[in-house]
Structures are given as structure tokens and as C-alpha cells.
């Protein structure tokens, strides 16, 4: 399938939602200005972001459906993470690997001139390679993070790595500026735990290894503005390959609302009729809180709509998972954030978050992870109300002027497609 247009970009996310989003988003930006965008995923997962495409940019974007191929133990409905509790992911990664035949021969026809991939599809890069295609990663995760974890060849030697824990509960001796970005004796053990069963066979930290080795070069979702130091240091030092920052990628709410159908709208207008009850920012605990009665809040089960929640006058804190993607979507609007981390990468970010006094990390037990409804009360009465937490709050509104400013992150934009354009192979040099 040849595709007539000024540069033709091929993307091929993970299959997590978290991942399929940020990789539209982009795929959105750079059709804004005029690249063709192939967009590769699994059928269920095309059907769940083809509405957040604008009908305008629907030429430019092609959606291309390649059917996840079937696997013992994985729900033939199962196509993305969402779909599987964490202990099964691993089958859905086998599942993916399986993609790698079919993509060859999208490959074939599609007569691409880069692909932008994700971290799990490590067969890849010599795939383009084959072809004469210049190949970039597309990290997700902050370049801070990325920095931590160092070489590919590191990474490419996980889980050995981890069982020395000390390798990563103290600063990289490679970062050369002041840094408290390091895990936890409990976020290690998890992480263990997450890998004792691997369907695939192949395990996180060889397929981003891969990866990041095979590629032509690394784009991050970040800026100069808030990562210098290490978008710097991960070019010049660790990968020693072009490092382009892409941006933050901050959302469009008015493009959500306009994107979301009947069902949706109608979820977000119950969500939306709660907030409204309160004053901007909730700067007042609801009455009856403390003594749990009275209207305390909404439990709501199924998809919400998150950046419009954040984006309402009425947000005054955000609890968090610590994923790259909600730590965006938060400060682009200007939340002060309760950081609890969960998996992989989540607790560098609190870290991170934490140091930039824009957070607060609520405590837990070193070794094993616990902790108590009272730590939990108690930092989220200091980030959101307490006087005591009035300078985090007053730093997420700060850097609001950073995460949110889509002129800034749009000049990102410009800067990458000057890239892509300089260091695309001709045609007749491929073979």
C-alpha cells in the first residue's frame, strides 16, 4: 500500500491504552501538519481510538488493522492491557510477538519512509534495517527515568541486574548532577515478582534494550524545558545516538468532548454534574467528611473521561499512579499531585515529581510496600488544603506554564518533522 503524501510515518505503539493514546496523539500532530500516518494496532484497538481522530485529519491518518494472532490462555476479546488483569499482560506480549509476519508484510506494501515503534516490538529494528528504514523508539517515559536505567546493554542484562538491589536504590554513578531518582527495596521486589512468569520468553528489559540499540534514534515525550540535563546526558553519554525531544504532547479538551460518543458524553455529564457541586479548586473538605457520611465522592467503574476531570475548576489535587502519561495530563492543568506509585518506571516519576516540589509522596514501608489510611488522609489534606502544602500547590500552577503550553510543545513538533525530513533514506539507496 503505497501512500502519496510529503513523508510517510508508520507507528506501532504497545497495546496498552497508555501507550495507543500518547501514540496517536502524535500521530494527530504530525498529520496536523501535513505527514501521512500509518497507525498500526490490533483491530479492537483501532476500533477504540478511531474516534478520537478529527475528521479532518482522517486522510492523513491510516488506521491498519493486523489481527492479533490467537494464544493459549489469552481471551480471544483480549487486545490490550485493559482487557487482562497484570499477571496475564505477559501472554498478551507473546501474543503481540506474533505480529511481527504480518507487519513484514504491511511493510512490504506500505513503502514507508520511517517507523516510530514502542518498546516491546524488539524484532523490529532488524526488520527496518532490512528494508533501509530508519527506525526511532518512541520512549513514553521520561528521559529522568530513561537516564536511570542507562545503556541499552544494561537493560539488555536484566533480570540478573535486579537481584543486586543496591544497582538501583542508589544513584547511577553515570548521572553527574544532583539527583534523589531512584527505586525502593519494595518497587524492585514487585518488578521481580512481575517477571517470574513470561509466556513470551522475552523479558521488558532485553525488548527496550533491543530496541533503543537497533534504533536509528531515541524520541522522548519531553522537553528541554524540564529535562535538559538529562536529554543531554542520555545523547551524548548513554545512547550516544540522536536524542530528539517530541514535546509533551498535552491534551486537547475540546477535542476529547468533540471526539467522544453518545455513551461517553453521556458518563461524562453524570461525572461532570458531581463536580459542579463544588467550588473551584475543593479547597473545603465536603461536610460529614471527617466523619465518614454525607456525600464523600463517586465511585465510577469503567472508562473516565480523565482529562476532562482534571481540566474541571473544581480539581484541586490528583492521586496518582505515577504513570508519565497522568503526571502530563495533571500538570498541564495545574493539579498538585498525591504520588503512589505501582509498577516499572512509576516510582522514578514520584521521585522526580516529588523533588520538583509539585507532589507529595505518600509514605510507605520500605521493604514491603505497606502503609496506612492515616498517611493516605494525611497527605492529601496537606496537598490539597493544609497552609503547610500551599508552596506544592502553588508550583503545580507555576509549571502549568510548561506542561500546558501547546505553542511551546507544537515548536516540538516543527523540530521533529525537520528531522524526520533531513534523515530519511532515499529510495534507490534502501537495498
Sequence with gaps: MAVEGELHVVMLPWLAMGHLIPFLELSKRLARKGIVVSFVSTPRNIDRVQSRIPESLSPLIHLIRLPLPPLHNLPHSAEATIDLPVEKVHFLKAAFDGLELPFHDFLLTASPDW???????????????????????????????MAFFGPAARMLALPNKWETSTDFTTVPKWIPYPSNVVL????????????????????????????VQGCDAVFIRSCNELESNALRLLETDIYEKPVIPVGLLPPYVEEMEESMDEEAKAKWADISEWLDRYGINNIELPSGFKERIGDRGVVWEGWAPQVNILAHPSVGGFLTHCGWNSIIEALGFGRALILFPYLSEQGLN??????????????????EGSFTSNSVAKSLKMVMVEEEGEHLRS????????????????GYIDNLIQYLKNHTKLKENQQ
Design 395 to 410: 508550583n503545580a500552577r507555576e509549571i502549568k506554564q510548561i506542561f500546558g503550553d501547546r505553542d511551546l510543545h507544537d
Design 184 to 211: 525502593r527495596k519494595h518497587e524492585i521486589q514487585r518488578i521481580l515478582q512481575s517477571i517470574q512468569d513470561n509466556a513470551s520468553k522475552v523479558l521488558d528489559g532485553y525488548r527496550l534494550g533491543s530496541v
Design 350 to 367: 514520584a521521585r522526580m515529581m516529588e523533588s520538583s516540589n509539585v507532589g507529595l509522596e505518600i509514605p510507605r514501608d520500605e521493604h
Design 115 to 145: 517507523i516510530i515503534c514502542d518498546f516491546a516490538p524488539y524484532w523490529l529494528p532488524p526488520l527496518a534495517l532490512k528494508y533501509g528504514l530508519p527506525c526511532a523508539y518512541l520512549s513514553l517515559f521520561s528521559a529522568t527515568s
